[in-house]
């Protein structure tokens, strides 16, 4: 028969193992200062024959169980306000997002040998769009094991697509 107290314990040490997890997971937001340090590259090229777009093409090589979402706000948010984990898994309300919407990740493969293959989410936004806009990188429900999750400021990237009227290729590393 399990005593009270050793309920009570049970219960203490299941918290602090609950915390470790939690403090295990890092929120980041990338930027083209800290990308490559992360496990994305990301890539913008104007839209041809269009001067206000450009399309934005993320690859990632994350746990296969972390999904993408393109987060549309009102405004910019500084990297504080990029968390949105508490929106996605629990429905949580932020009166500054316009619209959030599960992103499809395609297979590419990028060696010619053919053994890497990565995932890529690809959007196209206005200019406009693109300050107020993150792709959200996380898992869709609480884990226990920890992991970072990602907001990539595409504000960050803008000025980088401005101005390419040419279609170009899409670069690897």
Excluded at 92 to 102: L, S, Y
Excluded at 115 to 120: D, M, N, Q
Excluded at 144 to 161: M, N, Q, R, T, V
Aim: include cysteine; charged fraction near 25%; proline fraction near 3%.
């Amino acid at each position: 028969m399990i005593t009270l107290k050793k309920k009570l314990l049970l219960i203490v040490w299941l918290s602090l193992v609950n915390a470790a997890f939690a403090a295990s997971s890092q929120f980041v937001v990338v930027t083209p200062a800290n990308e490559a340090q992360h496990p994305f590259l990301v890539q913008v090229k104007a839209v041809a024959d269009d001067d206000e777009r450009s399309r934005v093409r993320v690859i990632a090589a994350v746990d296969g169980g972390q999904r993408a979402w393109l987060i549309l706000c009102k405004t910019y948010l500084n990297s504080s306000g990029q968390n949105f984990r508490n929106v996605l898994w629990f429905s949580a309300k932020n009166q500054n997002i316009e619209r959030v919407t599960r992103l499809a990740p395609e297979q590419t493969t990028l060696s010619e040998s053919g053994e890497k293959s990565y995932s890529y989410v690809e959007v196209e936004l206005s200019y406009e769009q693109m300050r107020r806009a993150y792709i959200y990188i996380d898992y869709p429900r609480p884990i226990d094991d920890g992991g970072d999750y990602y907001s990539i400021d595409l504000a960050y990237y803008l000025e980088g697509s401005r101005g390419k009227k040419s279609v170009i290729q899409w670069e690897t590393r």
